[in-house]
């Protein structure tokens, strides 16, 4: 089906088409690692590059294109390269964007490994980096140096929920001739398409919102232009961070629910945040749905809706929190988010624990800072849940 002016919910479930010789519904796993050439000369048209037919799974595979090919659309995106986890869609990103001497400026609440790679790995190759408050675009100027040739931003922030202006950085960017790159993990393609605003590359984490079932680690990176793609593909396939055929697969069932299940998990939220903004044991509450946040008009600007992230903190600090996470039962105790199940952790002593005290600081990630990710389950339970954990407190 031609999808191009179907809604986003039409999308989801037929974007992805492909010809199937038994019209199957569903994509089939193409579990190779090769492919037969017709012929000698076949072969060599597609190591030419003349033909589009299929070689090597590493290089290209029909199940993984299937996704590719879908995310792209919902992205409004010019082509998407699927990878083995959101840290390889971060990986690919900078080592193909960035040679010894460049520099990015980024976001200073930022996923941890994507801001940590940076700074103790990739400072062996040359390459600098500056961690700011992004919700202040003065300091995204000011922090712009001649060998900038990136700005990196995640928006709403991990996990501060600082949402960051997209217009903004894209007019900031293109004024300096640098690349935007947007970590969307947060909102997915359903609540935020940062490309409509300007950003050059847009990735994710799919083993968040875009799977959505805890079962699955994978990524993908969607560039607006032909260029980046080839850029960005070419260096994903010598990295050999490809997906898996049947990693795709799961990806590709767990994507057709997305806006049913963000719907949800994001009408949970909102109860959720409300329940603990009115809390007495509860010093303070960061939800983009919530009035008190401080982008909260920003958000209603280039969000589609608020999310099912919260953070908050209780004003018995991370003693406080710490009989909150082991006096939960519904929510269980662990990093990630997006699944259909509710998630507590500290990102202090747990997803961040590896930034410094004084970046955290800088960053906002406060000790008493608990990060919220809210589930598909009714959303009394999770608040009686988080209710009877006040209790103990
Ligand atoms: C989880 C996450 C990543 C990394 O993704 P993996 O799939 O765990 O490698 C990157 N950015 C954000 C915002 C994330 O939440």
Same mark, same amino acid.
């Given at each position: 089906? !031609? #999808?191009?002016?179907?809604?986003?919910? /039409?999308?989801?479930?037929?974007?992805? $088409? %492909?010809? @199937?010789?038994?019209?199957? &519904?569903?994509?089939?796993?193409?579990?190779?690692?090769?492919?037969?050439?017709?012929?000698?000369?076949?072969?060599?048209?597609?190591?030419?590059?003349?033909?589009?037919?299929?070689?090597?799974?590493?290089?290209?595979?029909?199940?993984?294109?299937?996704?590719?090919?879908?995310?792209?659309?919902?992205?409004?995106?010019?082509?998407?390269?699927?990878?083995?986890?959101?840290?390889?869609?971060?990986?690919?990103?900078?080592?193909?964007?960035?040679?010894?001497?460049?520099?990015?400026?980024?976001?200073?609440?930022?996923?941890?490994?994507?801001?940590?790679?940076?700074?103790?790995?990739?400072?062996?190759?040359?390459?600098?980096?500056?961690?700011?408050?992004?919700?202040?675009?003065?300091?995204?100027?000011?922090?712009?140096?001649? !060998? #900038?040739?990136?700005?990196?931003?995640? /928006?709403?922030?991990?996990?501060?929920? $600082? %949402?960051? @202006?997209?217009?903004?950085? &894209?007019?900031?960017?293109?004024?300096?001739?640098?690349?935007?790159?947007?970590?969307?993990?947060?909102?997915?393609?359903?609540?935020?398409?940062?490309?409509?605003?300007?950003?050059?590359?847009?990735?994710?984490?799919?083993?968040?919102?875009?799977?959505?079932?805890?079962?699955?680690?994978?990524?993908?990176?969607?560039?607006?232009?032909?260029?980046?793609?080839?850029?960005?593909?070419?260096?994903?396939?010598?990295?050999?961070?490809?997906?898996?055929?049947?990693?795709?697969?799961?990806?590709?069932?767990?994507?057709?629910?997305?806006?049913?299940?963000?719907?949800?998990?994001?009408?949970?939220?909102?109860?959720?945040?409300?329940?603990?903004?009115?809390?007495?044991?509860?010093?303070?509450?960061?939800?983009?749905?919530?009035?008190?946040?401080?982008?909260?008009?920003?958000?209603?600007?280039?969000?589609?809706?608020?999310?099912?992230?919260i953070?908050f903190?209780?004003?018995?600090?991370?003693?406080?929190a710490?009989?909150l996470m082991n006096n939960v039962?519904l929510a269980l105790l662990a990093v990630?988010l997006?699944?259909?199940e509710t998630l507590i952790q500290h990102?202090?002593?747990m997803?961040?624990?590896?930034?410094?005290?004084?970046?955290?600081?800088?960053?906002?990630?406060?000790?008493?800072?608990i990060r919220f990710a809210v589930g598909?389950?009714?959303?009394?339970?999770i608040?009686?849940d988080l209710?009877?954990g006040?209790?103990?407190?």
């Amino acid at each position: 089906m !031609n #999808t191009e002016n179907a809604g986003f919910n /039409t999308k989801l479930i037929h974007g992805g $088409d %492909i010809d @199937d010789q038994f019209g199957s &519904a569903t994509v089939p796993i193409y579990q190779t690692s090769t492919f037969s050439f017709k012929s000698a000369e076949e072969g060599a048209k597609c190591f030419a590059g003349e033909s589009d037919g299929y070689i090597y799974t590493r290089i290209g595979n029909p199940t993984i294109n299937a996704l590719e090919k879908q995310i792209a659309i919902l992205e409004n995106g010019y082509g998407a390269i699927a990878v083995s986890s959101g840290m390889a869609a971060a990986t690919t990103i900078y080592l193909a964007l960035l040679s010894s001497g460049d520099h990015i400026v980024s976001t200073d609440a930022i996923y941890g490994p994507s801001r940590g790679v940076m700074e103790k790995q990739f400072v062996r190759f040359g390459f600098q980096s500056t961690y700011i408050n992004t919700t202040d675009v003065d300091a995204i100027e000011k922090a712009i140096r001649p !060998n #900038t040739k990136m700005l990196y931003i995640e /928006t709403p922030a991990n996990p501060t929920m $600082d %949402i960051t @202006d997209l217009k903004a950085c &894209a007019d900031i960017a293109h004024k300096h001739g640098i690349i935007l790159v947007v970590d969307n993990t947060f909102c997915s393609p359903y609540l935020q398409n940062p490309l409509d605003f300007g950003a050059d590359i847009v990735f994710h984490s799919m083993t968040k919102f875009i799977n959505g079932h805890a079962d699955i680690i994978a990524g993908i990176i969607i560039t607006k232009e032909k260029a980046l793609y080839t850029q960005l593909r070419t260096m994903m396939i010598n990295l050999g961070c490809n997906m898996d055929p049947h990693q795709a697969y799961m990806v590709l069932r767990g994507l057709k629910t997305l806006s049913i299940r963000i719907d949800r998990a994001q009408e949970n939220a909102m109860k959720v945040a409300e329940f603990l903004e009115k809390h007495p044991k509860v010093a303070w509450v960061k939800f983009p749905g919530l009035k008190s946040h401080p982008q909260y008009e920003l958000g209603k600007q280039q969000m589609k809706g608020d999310g099912s992230m919260i953070s908050f903190g209780l004003k018995t600090g991370f003693e406080g929190a710490k009989i909150l996470m082991n006096n939960v039962h519904l929510a269980l105790l662990a990093v990630s988010l997006g699944g259909i199940e509710t998630l507590i952790q500290h990102p202090a002593s747990m997803t961040h624990a590896k930034v410094s005290k004084e970046d955290k600081q800088k960053a906002g990630i406060t000790d008493d800072l608990i990060r919220f990710a809210v589930g598909i389950e009714d959303a009394k339970d999770i608040i009686e849940d988080l209710k009877h954990g006040l209790e103990k407190i």
